[in-house]
């Protein structure tokens, strides 16, 4: 079952890894270098009304993806260097891969729910502005419940920790 998640992992990872590396190519290339590659984005027209506007609402798409990637550069490297073990589950690894995941999910939340208010806000100025869906932005309460979770899991780990090195005391 391990095996399978890690070779999901990977494609998951390659697939963000596109996504994130796309964001910042054609950003780079658009404000730089192409005018009208801001269309890729369906944000041609935020593009011509303010250059800076449409660098912010890339930079949130960009950070967002980034954070995905780096969420599944973790997971797979815990599964590659195998510290994931299951008959002795509670150990300060995994607690710590839980906090860095638990980081990581608020962070996506936090950045995803900032660019879907700053989009919201670009669109009552009159600007056509594509589904937060299209951008990547979309679940920002998915993400920070996520969070909560993992930090919630975090703490279980953590008192599991405490309680198996007070029975290897015991013995």
């Not at 891969?97 to 919201?120: N, Q």
Request: include cysteine.
């Amino acid at each position: 079952m391990l095996k399978f998640l890690y070779i999901l992992s990977w494609i998951i990872f390659i697939g963000v890894c596109v996504e994130a590396g796309s964001f910042i190519f054609n950003a780079i290339f658009t404000l730089f270098f192409n005018l009208n590659a801001a269309s890729y984005f369906k944000l041609a027209d935020l593009y011509r009304f303010d250059h800076g506007q449409f660098a912010v609402v890339l930079l949130f798409m960009t950070i967002v993806g980034v954070f995905r990637a780096i969420m599944f550069y973790l997971i797979i490297k815990m599964l590659h260097d195998k510290k994931l073990n299951l008959s002795q589950p509670f150990n300060n690894e995994v607690k710590g891969f839980t906090i860095r995941l638990s980081c990581l999910a608020l962070g996506i939340g936090l950045f995803t729910a900032a660019g879907v208010k700053y989009t919201e806000w670009l669109t009552s100025k009159g600007i056509k502005m594509p589904d937060t869906q299209h951008l990547r932005l979309g679940g920002a309460d998915v993400w920070l419940f996520m969070s909560i979770t993992l930090f919630v899991i975090a703490l279980i780990f953590k008192r599991g920790i405490e309680i198996q090195s007070e029975n290897e005391l015991t013995v």
